[in-house]
């Protein structure tokens, strides 16, 4: 990002034994190079370029928990209402609120006690795309229920029962009104799947922890299990219950991704590893191996795979520091060869969770800049692969 120009100033002349007239041409020399310097920059900046990092929404707006699909994005305000907006063939904002369309209102806080850690959600249901994400009653209530809000219904918002949060839709056509959400019991929360419109909550094997990711095109999840008292990849069959290990290395594992790589054609899927390595799988000979790892400072976050141009990426935020005054977030793309690109520039901004999304030809990420008074304003980074 630009935010103006420091013009050279020409240098004095020296003291030394030379001409005026020497001095003065030489200063105009100088002069003159660093007038062009100063227009050649200019120039630079007013092309386009290929990772151009642009603030898209309005800086006075938070925009919470982003979600980007099918050149449309949804987000939830911090008064409870869940928005969408359209985006251009730039990948631009059409409204540069992001309040084009009221699809929900009611929606949980994602801050402070309660928060059920997920916003709103893409999903697809039988009668076509969906919006789903967490309902609170009243502002007094911490109840909170799963709500969705459908498109061929003009957004007209249901809810269900109480107790349940978070929810994660899947978003394929194999596995329509399926969704994956938060179960309240007692003090604590589990992970749990239903049917969109049944009240069955269908349970996961006891030692399945944490929230597992739609598998596309397919009715399964990847999920994190615990084998030999290690977090482990495995994957869950909604059809047939059946939970499957995939990962038997070392480290614990979670934000487990499986794709169709192009690079292949066959599945792969990654795994954070300990909060700092990514770790990408292919079955080899029946077993599924590392063919990849990769480290990113001292931390990793947010890492999600895409498919553009015939191969994989995943894109994530790289945190380097141990003190909060010391953190510095950078948005990466990496290939599956481990080869990674840096998107944004030098500014110490505190970036967070990055989505891609693909219009045409393009590649986009877009990421949010968590400013000092906790509004979130998005920006977008054209990626343009190596």
């Not at 990772?51 to 008064?79: G, K, L, M, T, Y």
């Not at 400013?371 to 692969?385: A, W």
Request: overall charge negative.
């Amino acid at each position: 990002m630009f935010y103006g120009f420091v013009m050279p100033v020409p240098l004095h002349k020296s003291s030394m034994s030379v001409s005026r007239a020497y001095t003065r041409v030489t200063d105009l020399a100088i002069f003159m190079k660093s007038l062009l310097s100063f227009l050649l920059l200019t120039l630079s900046l007013l092309l386009p370029s290929q990772a151009a990092d642009v603030v898209i929404s309005n800086p006075s707006i938070s925009i919470d928990d982003s979600e980007f699909f099918q050149q449309s994005c949804i987000w939830q305000d911090r008064a409870g209402n869940v928005w969408l907006v359209h985006l251009d063939d730039q990948g631009f904002f059409t409204v540069p609120s992001g309040k084009e369309i009221l699809v929900g209102t009611h929606a949980y806080p994602l801050r402070g006690a309660g928060s059920p850690q997920n916003g709103p959600e893409w999903g697809l249901g039988t009668t076509g795309l969906e919006v789903q994400y967490t309902y609170k009653f009243n502002a007094t209530s911490t109840d909170a229920a799963l709500a969705w809000s459908r498109e061929a219904e003009n957004w007209q918002v249901h809810t269900g029962e109480i107790g349940r949060s978070g929810p994660r839709p899947a978003l394929n056509a194999q596995a329509t009104s399926r969704v994956l959400y938060r179960l309240k019991q007692g003090n604590g929360q589990l992970p749990v799947w239903k049917l969109t419109d049944s009240s069955s909550d269908q349970f996961f094997p006891s030692n399945v922890i944490g929230f597992g990711r739609w598998v596309k095109d397919t009715k399964q999840m990847t999920v994190v299990a615990t084998y030999n008292g290690i977090q482990q990849a495995a994957m869950y069959d909604t059809d047939t219950a059946v939970l499957t290990q995939l990962s038997t290395d070392s480290g614990n594992k979670k934000d487990t991704y499986m794709w169709l790589a192009p690079e292949y054609n066959e599945y792969l899927f990654f795994s954070l590893v300990n909060g700092k390595e990514i770790r990408i799988y292919r079955k080899l000979n029946g077993l599924w191996t590392v063919i990849e790892s990769f480290t990113v400072g001292d931390q990793i976050t947010s890492p999600e795979p895409f498919v553009f141009q015939g191969k994989s990426y995943i894109s994530l935020i790289g945190i380097q520091g141990s003190t909060a005054a010391q953190k510095r977030y950078d948005v990466y793309v990496f290939d599956i060869n481990g080869q990674g690109t840096l998107l944004n520039d030098q500014q110490n901004l505190h970036r967070i969770d990055p989505e891609n999304l693909v219009i045409g030809n393009q590649a986009f990420i877009y990421y949010g800049e968590l400013l000092p008074s906790t509004v979130i304003v998005q920006h977008k980074v054209d990626f343009v692969p190596n």
